[in-house]
């Protein structure tokens, strides 16, 4: 059954996260940066629509969740519609607001490092295993319950540490939503 609530909160989540993330890199803010803004807005979401949804806000987190049996499939196109829709409305919002300044800079928000070009295929590997890492913590903390009132805390930081490690490399993604919002426009 279709639940609006889960909808809009999984479109408002991941467009936060897609348009703060997305616009910290724009201005060559620093890897930092762009780790915090990921990270951070993750775990505030995680804290103002984890009652609702869950704060999946990554397609990839729904799909691990819907391997582990947490949700079921049918839950998971709802998610995934709802995440996909939020990450191409907030990259229009963006470009919108970035091309009145400079048209050209919001092709910065692109997820790409300096292997994804040259090595695709060990980007895919490293986005595969940082990927891993993030929805592990999530079944992890979240999902279990072992993570208490910190588990939003858990996925953020893992979130920003896996966009330290991986950013240059492959633009640490991490999230199809992430990648797709953007390359759309």
Do not use: C, D
Request: glycine letters at 10%.
């Amino acid at each position: 059954m279709f639940n609006y609530k889960v909808f809009v909160a999984e479109l408002i989540g991941t467009f936060a996260l897609v348009f703060v993330g997305a616009a910290a890199g724009l201005y060559n803010s620093g890897l930092l940066a762009i780790a915090l803004a990921h990270g951070l807005t993750w775990a505030v979401f995680a804290y103002a629509f984890g009652h609702i949804s869950g704060t999946h806000i990554n397609p990839a987190v729904t799909f691990g969740l819907a391997l582990n049996g947490t949700v079921k499939w049918i839950e998971a196109l709802v998610y995934w519609v709802a995440q996909f829709a939020g990450a191409v409305l907030a990259a229009f919002a963006l470009n919108a607001v970035v091309s009145l300044v400079n048209a050209e800079a919001f092709s910065a928000a692109q997820t790409t490092g300096v292997l994804t070009e040259q090595f695709p295929y060990y980007a895919l590997a490293i986005e595969a295993l940082l990927t891993f890492f993030l929805v592990n913590t999530v079944l992890h903390t979240a999902v279990s319950g072992k993570g208490g009132p910190l588990a939003g805390w858990a996925m953020g930081t893992t979130l920003a540490i896996a966009i330290l490690a991986g950013g240059p490399l492959t633009g640490a993604s991490l999230n199809p939503a992430r990648t797709f919002g953007p390359a759309v426009v």
